[in-house]
């Protein structure tokens, strides 16, 4: 098996300068970081927010009314003599504010360090769970390190957002359907509603893509028992207004997103903030429409060879799950209307199935998703560029998109696994994989 950064004689000229550029690209990374760090006059934004709309909702306030929101931010950090914060919205679900309520009373800057540590947990354990897997023995650490370099990586734990808990969830679940548990797959996914628009349609749609119908009821009903739990939960925390206030703030926020954000690394946010009203809107919504277009297709070809391999009662593993799994979620990150540069840190898992299917490809495709990689690395806090430097950061989105869409539209390259189940719906050992590298 090859390393990251060293390859087999693939007749790369070069390969010593490109690994040698490569970790110099990463270096510089690094360095961005530090500086940014140490020019920023409010570490973690993100989950003062999160702080503030705990408080408020513990003492009967609306964190999802804008007003109220508003002063108690304001009355929390805005102090003489304190750096400056500036006032943001909240709009995830109740029941993450309840999950929050020991570090809300905490000061902010040790509640702070704990969830930081939660969010670097987050994401070593989602990689880590991701490529198991996958079928991947080694360069586990190797690929937990490259997504803890990475930008979208830094963002999150910069700003305090959520997207490695989505990671960590997604990698959990992966896990768990490989090893013949697709219940529980379900039951992990339910804690993606934490930010709904980004992973809870892939976790709806992919019932339709496993091989037999028991293994898609048991996802079904995982995933609608963890959700069922989890609006129990928040009746006895919070109680029912708060979920009808949740679903308010979401229904409105469409109304206004292209207002108040500056970039977003999708297409049709993309559409939405840099073209006119509204054209905007009409650009975007085409958009979407593509999108979802594209995961029907692959529903839909999806779900025919599932049955197939049903009805042929063939129960060894087959890689075109997760294949056709990474494209669902690839073309949604990229024709979704409301994504961050953090959420890019969810791209790893098409990244890493393109990945584990290097030896089966073209040197075009392995070229391409190379570029991906390397894109992933060096350019989504090009956001932080004025305009047009900024829509830079779509490059990481479209080349992992299009790395897995060539991978999708070759179902003859990725090939069926030989060893036998233990199990008779999923179940299937970890095996060695023939891992190309990308950078070189």
């Known amino acids: 098996m090859s390393t990251i950064l060293r390859t087999r004689d693939v007749g790369v000229p070069g390969a010593v300068f490109l690994r040698l550029g490569f970790a110099l690209v990463v270096a510089l990374m690094l360095a961005i970081y530090v500086v940014i760090v140490t020019r920023t006059t409010f570490l973690g ?66 509640g702070f360090a704990i969830y930081s540590v939660f969010v670097v947990a987050c994401a070593a354990l989602g990689v880590w769970l991701l490529v198991r ?47 013949g548990r697709p219940g529980l797959a379900g039951a992990l996914m ?35 028992a963890a959700t069922a739990l989890g609006v129990a939960l928040t009746l006895v925390t919070t109680g029912a207004g708060s979920i009808a206030l949740w679903i308010s703030g979401l229904v ?26 509204p054209w905007n809107r009409l650009l975007s919504g085409g958009l979407i429409a593509l999108g979802l277009g594209l995961m029907a297709l692959c529903l839909l070809r999806g779900h025919r060879r599932a049955r197939t391999r049903q009805a042929r009662s063939d129960s060894g593993w087959d890689d075109r799950l997760w294949i056709e799994l990474s494209m669902l979620v ?31 490809l073209g040197a075009a495709a392995v070229l391409l998703c190379r570029s991906a990689l390397w894109a992933m690395i060096a350019l989504p806090l090009t956001f932080l560029l004025p305009w047009p430097l900024s829509l830079l950061g779509l490059v990481p989105p479209v080349l992992v998109f299009l790395s897995v869409f060539y991978v999708w539209t070759e179902p003859g390259r990725a090939p069926v696994c030989p060893t036998t189940p233990t199990r008779p719906s999923h179940r299937a050992p970890v095996h060695d994989r023939d891992v190309e590298t990308f950078i070189t």
């Not at 009314?65 to 508003?70: F, K, P, R, V």
């Not at 339910?190 to 893509?209: D, Q, S």
């Not at 469409?254 to 840099?274: E, H, N």
């Open 133 to 179: 897997a996958l079928g991947w023995t080694t360069q586990r650490v190797m690929a937990v390190a490259l997504v803890l370099v990475s930008p979208a990586f830094f963002v999150t734990l910069w700003n305090g957002q959520q997207s490695t808990l989505l990671l960590c969830a997604l990698g959990g679940a992966l896990y768990a359907l490989r090893q």
């Open 45 to 110: 934004a993100d989950f003062a927010c999160f702080r503030a709309a705990t408080i408020l909702l513990a003492h009967g306030g609306n964190p999802y009314d804008l007003a109220q929101m508003w002063r108690m931010e304001n009355a929390l950090y805005n102090h003489p003599g304190t750096p400056h914060y500036a006032l943001d919205r909240y709009y995830n679900p109740p029941l993450f504010n309840a999950a929050l309520v020991p570090l809300a009373g905490l000061p902010l800057a040790q």
């Open 190 to 224: 339910a804690l993606t509603w934490v930010k709904p628009h980004l992973l809870i349609p892939v976790a709806l749609a992919a019932p339709l893509l496993l091989a037999d119908r028991r293994s898609a009821v048991r996802w079904s009903l995982g995933l609608g």
């Open 330 to 360: 690839a073309t949604w990150l990229l024709f979704t209307p409301y994504a961050h540069v953090n959420d890019d840190v969810l791209l790893v898992f098409p990244l890493a199935v393109v990945w584990s299917q290097s030896s089966h």
């Open 252 to 277: 409105h926020y469409t109304g206004y997103v292209d207002i108040v954000q500056s970039f977003m690394p999708s297409l049709p946010g993309t559409g939405l903030i840099f073209v006119p009203r």
